[in-house]
């Protein structure tokens, strides 16, 4: 197996395709994990949510980071880790970002209903309160696995 550095444009063009991340924040020294959908576009990757502890801790401290990978099996796989700043949407002054935020989403179907669904869960009919935000992509490294074997093996 051979591991090889992602150029920018194939980082890029990972985030394009992929939906799912994993969003790493952290809060007086303690990290927090948490799977999440995102839609990139332009140096940014818009994300729906509701109000709970990534969005508080991202308040409180807005550098993050998002992993996303592709993997094919054990010996081929891209694995692409973002790090940016937390950037929330409110209405009305981001009404514009919002809309765009979400027809990118709309993409990706059924965006919405893993953040809405876990809410839910938790409080029940209580009226939700949605928000955006956007991660401003400051730096991102990419490593691509590939297996010569393997690719035989399915040939
Ligand atoms: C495939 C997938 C896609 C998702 N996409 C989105 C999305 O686009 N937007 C979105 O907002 N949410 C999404 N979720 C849900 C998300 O992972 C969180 O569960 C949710 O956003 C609540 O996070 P929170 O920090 O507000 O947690 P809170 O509700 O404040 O949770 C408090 C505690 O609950 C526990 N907890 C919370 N979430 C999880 C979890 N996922 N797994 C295990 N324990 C947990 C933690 O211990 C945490 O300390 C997705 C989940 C999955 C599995």
């Known amino acids: 197996m051979e591991v090889n550095e ?11 395709r ?17 799977p999440i959908h995102f839609a990139y576009d332009s140096g940014y990757l818009y994300v729906f949510s509701t109000l ?3 969005v508080k801790w991202m308040r409180a401290n807005p550098k993050v980071c998002v992993q996303i990978d592709e993997i094919q099996n054990q010996g081929e796989w891209t694995s692409v880790i973002v790090s940016g700043q937390y950037e929330e949407l409110p209405e ?3 009404s514009a970002e919002r809309k765009h935020a979400s027809s990118l989403l709309a993409n ?4 919405w209903l893993n953040g809405l669904g876990e809410r839910q ?4 009919d209580q009226l939700i309160d949605p928000l955006f935000f956007r ?5 991102m490294s990419g490593l ?12």
């Open 92 to 94: 009305p002054q981001y």
């Open 18 to 34: 992929a939906s799912l991340g994993r969003l790493g924040c952290s809060y007086e020294n303690q990290p927090y994990a948490v």
């Open 121 to 124: 869960m938790k409080v029940g």
């Open 108 to 111: 990706h179907s059924h965006w």
């Open 135 to 139: 991660i401003r992509i400051q730096s």
């Open 144 to 155: 691509r696995a590939t297996d010569e074997d393997e690719k035989e093996r399915h040939e």
């Open 52 to 54: 709970g502890q990534k």
């Open 6 to 16: 992602m150029a920018a444009e194939e980082c890029k063009a990972l985030l394009e």
